[in-house]
C-alpha cells in the first residue's frame, strides 16, 4: 500500500525549531518529486516546499524562504522539512505529498503532523 | 486571500447536481491545468480531479471537472451524503512560480 506517514510536530515557542520528517512506503520514493502543504487552523491550503526525486534541487515559498529547508534520504525513504525561526502564523498542519507529475499534481498526502508556535 | 476564488460555501440535496466554480488568471489558469481535491472533515486532502478532466483510479465518475479560459469548475452529481467535505481548487501560477490553491468551499448536503 502506498503511504506517508508524517511525525515530529509539536507546541514550540516563537522562534523556536522543530523537523518534521515523511516516512514513505509502498513506492519507488527516489522517483518522485515530494511537497510540503500546510493548513492553517480552520484555514486552505497553502504549499510550503518541494524536492525533486534526486534531492538536487529544491523550492519553496515566498513566506517560508530562509527559515525552512526540505530535503530528503532516498536510502530511508523519508522527506523531511526543517523548520526554523518559527512565527505564530506558521502554526498549521504539515502534510506530506507525493507529486504525480511536474505540475504539481499531489496524488498521495499524508495524515499530516500539527505544529504549534506559541509562548 | 488566495490566488483562486471559490465560493465559501455550497449545498445541495441527495440526488442532486452542484457545480462549485474556481476563478483565476492569465498567469494560472488560463495557462495551466487544473486539480480539485477533496477533504473529508478531519482528514487529509485527496486527489479528485487532475488535467483539468481526469479522474484518478477510483473516484466516482459523479466528478467532473471542466475549464474555460482563467476559470475552472468541478460538479458533482448524484449528491451523496458522503460527499459533504472542503472542496479546493489547485494549479500552478506562473507569476508566482509556485502551486496556488483556491480558498475552498464547504459542500453542505442538506
Known amino acids: 500500500e502506498v503511504q506517508l506517514l508524517e511525525s515530529g510536530g509539536g507546541l514550540v515557542q516563537p522562534g523556536g525549531s522543530l523537523r518534521l520528517s515523511c516516512a514513505a512506503s509502498?513506492?519507488?520514493?527516489?522517483?518522485?518529486?515530494m511537497n510540503w502543504v500546510r493548513q492553517a487552523p480552520g484555514k486552505g491550503l497553502e504549499w510550503v516546499s518541494s524536492?525533486?526525486?534526486?534531492?538536487?534541487?529544491?523550492h519553496y515559498a515566498d513566506s517560508v524562504k530562509g527559515r525552512f529547508t526540505i530535503s530528503r534520504d532516498n536510502s530511508e525513504n523519508t522527506l523531511y522539512l526543517q523548520v526554523n525561526s518559527l512565527r505564530a502564523e506558521d502554526t498549521a498542519a504539515y502534510y506530506c505529498a507525493r507529486a504525480l507529475d511536474a505540475w504539481y499534481t499531489f496524488d498521495i498526502w499524508g495524515q499530516g503532523t500539527m505544529v504549534t508556535v506559541s509562548s | 486571500q488566495s490566488v483562486l476564488t471559490q465560493p465559501p460555501s455550497a449545498s445541495g440535496t441527495p440526488g442532486q447536481r452542484v457545480t462549485i466554480s474556481c476563478s483565476g488568471s492569465s498567469s494560472n489558469i488560463g495557462s495551466n491545468t487544473v486539480k480539485w481535491y477533496q477533504q473529508l472533515p478531519g482528514t487529509a486532502p485527496k486527489l479528485l480531479i487532475y488535467s483539468n478532466n481526469q479522474r484518478p483510479s477510483g473516484v466516482p465518475d459523479r466528478f467532473s471537472g471542466s475549464k474555460s479560459g482563467t476559470s475552472a469548475s468541478l460538479a458533482i452529481s448524484g449528491l451523496q451524503s458522503e460527499d459533504e467535505a472542503d472542496y479546493y481548487c489547485?494549479?500552478?501560477?506562473?507569476?508566482?512560480?509556485?502551486?496556488?490553491f483556491g480558498g475552498g468551499t464547504k459542500l453542505t448536503v442538506l
Open positions: 509502498g513506492f519507488t520514493f527516489s522517483s518522485y518529486a
Open positions: 489547485a494549479t500552478w501560477d506562473d507569476s508566482l512560480n509556485g502551486p496556488v
Open positions: 524536492i525533486i526525486g534526486s534531492g538536487s534541487s529544491t
